[in-house]
């Protein structure tokens, strides 16, 4: 009862036709005002990474799904803390796109960086890190999803890895720009303290001036 | 002979369980230690394959049209962009109905690693390793590993020189292979769980030198074993795929671990 009223106009018609008169008037003025009264978000677009649920546990132990991002856009990687090489450049390539930004436009971006290892990355060693690299938690965001949901993340993401059997991954790395509602804007492969100019151009523009 | 016998029924009695309600869906693989075609630096002694089970034959049409049905956020027109591109079963007439370009018994192209894994998901199962699926495909219709066999290469290959525009066949027309498989070569592409391990460097001609700037870690795989075209041919087409992609010949089969205490 209560996912056809939410489901709207077109399961509406169909009650109509299907119960008396009395009840279709008092179900199409409930629909109507619960519609009213809650301008929930638009439907996601299709293309929208967060047509994925994804459940995260971030650094401060909190367990939050990654839709709860959307309507901000996200600067997103994926790593995990025991990397000994490439991993620390991704958090630099971080700082490299904030540094290019002005404080306001630092506000009005999310940095989100995915743990590739869910196994060894809690919420502790996670945390471990964005200490050590003095990384604001008003604006970044270090979280591990649950282990069967990685590949999933890494698949819309468009991230391969693979576990090597001495507890590293092997990896693509990957700076990802999402909209506020989760679609992909750009991407890069460049990783470091020397951002990418034209990935850099795309977050000016979708953090707005 | 009767002591080979006996201990083949040794061998084969734990499985049996693992295949469960569904034993004519799959069939119990042993595990082992198995010998890649690829290179793999951290696991030099071979890959370590744990017990499990693997559907004789790949998913059909018919199969997939059954659970579209009953999971309708998977049919074409309403699945999410992000988890199938725009050819997702573009062979079918309609979202919910097969034709004479997709009859039930063929198995199920233009399917994206994301539907292939909601499907095995569906099942209880899951989609195959890749290494599960090499070991399972090592195997002819009498030996587990037929790869150094030329005579076998060669009736691989042949099948990979046949057009893709031709109708494909039925599943499950092959003889089975020594485990009971049925279909690895000779019909489809497939998905398997950890498509997107196999990093191979867009130009690998250089073998051992790869493109290490593009990987954190290992860097890209090489082969160990350059003669066998079958399996170069499936990784580079699967280090090629995004998980929405779909193509023509493209289709999937499921797996199964086996349960605590079978895994000896």
Redesign the interface.
Known sequence: MRAQRAKGQHTMRRWNLAVGAMVALATTILVGTLAFAAPAAAP?P????Y??SVPLTDQQARTADWRTRRGKPQLMAMFYTS?Q???PLIVDSGKAVEHQLTPAQQQRLGILLISLDPARDDSAALKAVAVKRKLDPARWTLAAPRANDV??V???L?????????G??????ALILLDRDGRILART?KVGSQPDPEFIAAVRKAVGP | MRRRLALLLLCALPLAGLAGVAASRYVGLPGGTFRSALKYEDAKQGVRIAPFALMRKPVTNGEFLDFVKSHPEWQRDRVPAVFAEPRYLSHWPTPTTLGPTARPDQPVVWVSWFAANAYCESVGARLPTWSEWEYAAAADETRKDARKDPAWRERILSWYSRPSNEALPRAGLQAPNVYGVQDLHGLVWEWTDDYSSLLVSGDNRNQGDADKAKFCGAGALSMDDRENYAVLMRVAMLSSLEASNATTNLGFRCARSAPRGNTR
Do not use: K, P, W
């Open positions: 996601l299709r293309d929208s990474v047509q994925l990397c090489y490439v991993c590949r999933a890494a698949g819309v468009g991230v391969r890895y693979r576990a090597l059997s001495d590293e991954f092997n990896h693509t790395t492969e």
